[in-house]
């Protein structure tokens, strides 16, 4: 007697995304990704000590280096503490502005930015939006190789403070 077993693609996919995570967790990486695009990467760093090897990271690769806003200082000068928290721009114009060519409204994105930030328990975490959610976002789908190149590039930044 033969058993038909329907498994739907839902159920695969989870099942998938779940394996990914458990590879990861083996691996001591530890990365997640939300249903909103947002993608968070843990640091075995202290807070300054990411900030300096993200920086220095940014620079060894010939990324333009913008702005460090420093959050936590805006917040505590409005009287309202905070964890801390600063946020990274960078980007590299000529694979950046090719997204402004698909869809002005692109903008909204770029330059990259790279937030850092210490939880309530003294972590600290790398926090940026999913470069195929921001493709997504925009319409944009006539970049996926410059896309790929920009994920690329961000995982290796970040892996460089990666727990």
């Not at 939300?34 to 843990?42: C, E, H, P």
């Not at 090897?53 to 917040?75: M, N, P, R, Y």
Request: hydrophobic residues 45%.
């Amino acid at each position: 007697m033969r058993h038909r077993i329907s498994v739907s693609p839902t159920k695969i996919l989870a099942s998938l995304a779940a394996c990914a995570f458990l590879i990861w967790g083996l691996t001591g990486y530890s990365s997640t990704t939300t249903d909103d695009g947002i993608v968070k990467v843990r640091s075995a760093y202290s807070f300054d000590e990411t900030v300096a090897h993200l920086k220095a990271d940014i620079d060894k690769k010939g990324i333009k280096f913008f702005l460090a806003v420093d959050q936590a200082a805006l917040g505590a000068d409005a009287g309202i503490s905070i964890n801390r928290s600063t946020l990274l721009i960078f980007g590299n114009p000529p694979l950046g502005v090719q997204f402004l060519t698909s869809n002005p409204n692109a903008g909204l994105d770029w330059p990259v930015r790279l937030l850092v930030g210490e939880d309530d328990y003294g972590q600290v975490w790398t926090v940026y939006n999913d470069f195929g959610w921001i493709a997504r976002r925009h319409g944009i789908s006539n970049r996926e190789a410059q896309f790929k190149m920009a994920s690329d590039v961000m995982a290796s930044i970040t892996s460089s403070v990666a727990k």
